[in-house]
Structures are given as structure tokens and as C-alpha cells.
């Protein structure tokens, strides 16, 4: 690789506390920033809508985002309109559907079933559904962010069995909170990433019946989000960058240091969790139930591929799937939709200059 000299070293990097800012807390536990001239300050945040405002005004340099997020920004989206980008694909896969045991009783007993089948088939819900609505009430899920892979994936679920969105509530609420609020039988069932579901089945109050790698396989779920202009002002410093994360999502997709970034993850100034919840999904194994075996995902958490030289870059076609999400959710018009809006988001070109060096 070829000397990179940023024109930039000091940088503010946001995350959220899931199990899948992994790349981003291991480049710096590791020394991988450092090793590649940056000086980096970690700056957890407790909502998406936090992360986006911070990285728009500047007061982040770079972000862990959600994948549809810097299309919806570069939009308007739900906010004010800034152009961010995402030069690379920082994990895939990640997420999950969990019930709450009154729901899962509710499924047996309208289908005269002793246990339920996993990854659970929506199909099971339309009666439920429709003897809810009947009497006034509906299905309560939620979210993380309208704008979010689980959002969409929820919604790609929910019409495999011809179940419209109208016909269910969603939600939005942060992750940290959602154990509670399904405890709570504020919501019926929740879509979100580690270490929440794998905590609502050690606390008992939930079923995870099935993984974003069940309905999306191998789709990118966070990327680096960056402003345009601060790309186009720190080019070499985004090199960088990308050069520390990419040593860092190769150093976990060995499964043996998988372990070790779980016991990282543990601390208070990341996770603030038990170790308990964090290392399963890492090690490829989904908790389903209190006393059940885990299901054995292998791709649960998947931050590379290293068999594949450009396994981060952010691809075209995986930009222009996300964005027929969203317009099938009603969130954009297919109006808004241009080939070089994605071109223009979905910076492969930059990936490309990275593996150039």
C-alpha cells in the first residue's frame, strides 16, 4: 500500500451501542487508526436521529449508519436534506425478530400448535391480524428507525404472506429500550440488532423466531456515512480511514477473535452488557427461547468476506435494492430515484481508489 498522508488527523467517529459497531471499536482498541496517521475520539450516541443531526452539522466526521440512511439524507427524507455518503459497508446481516411470549401463546392457540417452527413464517400472523382488527386493535411492532434495514425488513416479512403495513402498528423506538417495552407489552414484537434480542431471551420475556439472514441474505446493514464536503475536502484522510476499518472488519471475520471483541464490547464506554448477550451472534449463534437450543447461523455477524477483495465495497445493485424498499414502504416516489443518485450515495469509486493503493 502506498504512503497515505491525511490532511486531517484528528477525527470524531459516532457509533451506536450494537454488537455490529465491532469494526469501528476494534480500529481503535487494536491501534488501527493510529496506525494509519489518525487520531480518533469514539462518541457513542443513544438514537439514529442523534447520529444523522451530528454527523449533518459537523459535529461528527464519520458514522457508523444505517444502510438506507445517506440515501434518505441526501433526500430529505424524514429531515433536512445533506448529501452523505457511504464509501464502504461496514457489516451484513445482524438483525432479528422478537416476540413476546403472550404473542407466541396467541400463535398456538389460533393455530392449535404445541411449538412453533422456526425462522417462523409470517403466514402464521394473517389470523391473528385479522381477529385483532376485528376487534379494534391491532399487532404492535417497532423499529429502530423508519429509514432502517429493519424497517424493511420487517415490512419484506410481513408481505411474503400478504400482510400490508396498514394493517399492523410500527413503532419507532431505540434499541436500548426495546426489551423493555416488549416486557413492559407495550409493543408485541420488536425487529433490531444485537445484543437485544439475545437480551430479551436471557431476560425471558421473548422469542427471537427469526434473523434478518432469513429474509435478506448477506444484505448490508451499517456503512461508513460521511458528508460529501468533508470527503471532498479530507480525500487521503478518508483513505485512511477505510484503510484501519478494513484491517478491522478482516480481523473479525476470524472467528477466534471473535471472542476477544465480544469481552471488548462488554465495557461501559461501549455495550454496557453482559458478555452473555454480545458473544452469541458474533460466534454464529441465535438465541431463541429460555431453555431452547440456539439456532446455528454461521453469517449472523458479517463484517467481510475475506475470499473477496472488494467484500465492503458498497455495490450498485445492493443500493438500488435498498432504495426499492423505501419506495415500496411509501417513503420515496420512484420519481426520486436516479442512477446517479446511487452513483452518487453508493460510493464504490472511492472503495475502488482505496484497493488501488
Not at 47 to 67: N, Y
Not at 129 to 135: D, F, L
Not at 197 to 221: K, M
Amino acid at each position: 500500500m502506498k504512503q497515505i498522508s491525511p490532511e486531517t488527523t484528528e477525527l470524531n467517529i459516532g457509533f451506536m451501542p450494537l454488537t455490529d459497531c465491532a469494526p469501528i471499536v476494534m480500529a481503535y482498541e487494536l491501534g488501527l487508526f493510529e496506525k494509519y496517521g489518525l487520531q480518533v475520539t469514539l462518541d457513542r450516541q443513544n438514537s439514529w436521529a442523534t447520529l444523522r443531526d451530528k454527523l449533518h452539522a459537523g459535529l461528527l466526521d464519520g458514522a457508523q449508519m444505517l444502510a438506507p440512511m445517506p440515501f434518505a439524507s441526501t433526500l430529505g427524507v424524514r429531515g433536512p436534506r445533506h448529501h452523505v455518503i457511504a464509501p464502504f459497508v461496514l457489516s451484513r446481516n445482524g438483525n432479528a425478530i422478537t416476540i413476546s411470549h403472550q404473542l407466541y401463546d396467541e400463535i398456538l392457540d389460533c393455530h392449535n400448535l404445541n411449538k412453533l417452527s422456526l425462522p417462523l413464517s409470517s403466514s402464521l400472523l394473517k389470523e391473528l391480524i385479522s381477529r385483532r382488527n376485528a376487534e379494534g386493535r391491532k399487532l404492535r411492532f417497532a423499529a429502530v428507525h423508519p429509514n432502517s434495514c429493519h424497517y424493511y425488513q420487517l415490512m419484506s416479512w410481513l408481505h411474503m404472506s400478504g400482510i400490508e403495513l396498514s394493517e399492523v402498528d410500527i413503532s419507532i423506538l431505540p434499541p436500548s429500550g426495546m426489551v423493555d417495552a416488549l416486557a413492559n407489552d407495550y409493543i408485541d414484537a420488536f425487529c433490531v440488532g444485537g445484543p437485544w434480542n439475545a437480551e430479551a431471551v436471557r431476560q425471558d420475556v421473548g422469542t427471537t423466531v427469526l434473523t434478518s439472514s432469513d429474509i435478506w441474505s448477506d444484505s448490508p446493514e451499517k456503512v461508513l456515512g460521511v458528508s460529501l464536503d468533508w470527503y471532498q475536502k479530507n480525500p487521503q484522510t478518508m483513505m485512511a480511514l477505510i484503510a484501519a476499518l478494513q484491517e478491522s472488519c478482516d480481523w473479525l471475520e476470524h472467528v477466534p477473535n471473535r471472542f476477544e471483541a465480544a469481552r471488548i464490547l462488554v465495557k461501559e464506554n461501549y455495550l454496557n452488557t453482559n458478555l452473555d448477550v454480545i458473544a452469541p451472534s458474533l460466534l454464529g449463534s441465535c438465541l431463541t427461547r429460555a431453555g431452547e437450543q440456539p439456532r446455528r447461523i454461521p453469517s449472523y455477524n458479517q463484517f467481510s468476506a475475506i475470499d473477496k477483495s472488494d467484500g465492503n465495497a458498497p455495490e450498485y445493485a445492493q443500493g438500488e435494492r435498498i432504495l426499492q424498499y423505501m419506495i415500496e414502504a411509501q417513503h420515496l416516489s420512484r420519481q426520486d430515484v436516479s442512477h446517479e443518485l446511487i452513483s452518487s450515495v453508493y460510493r464504490s469509486d472511492i472503495y475502488e481508489d482505496f484497493l488501488a493503493l
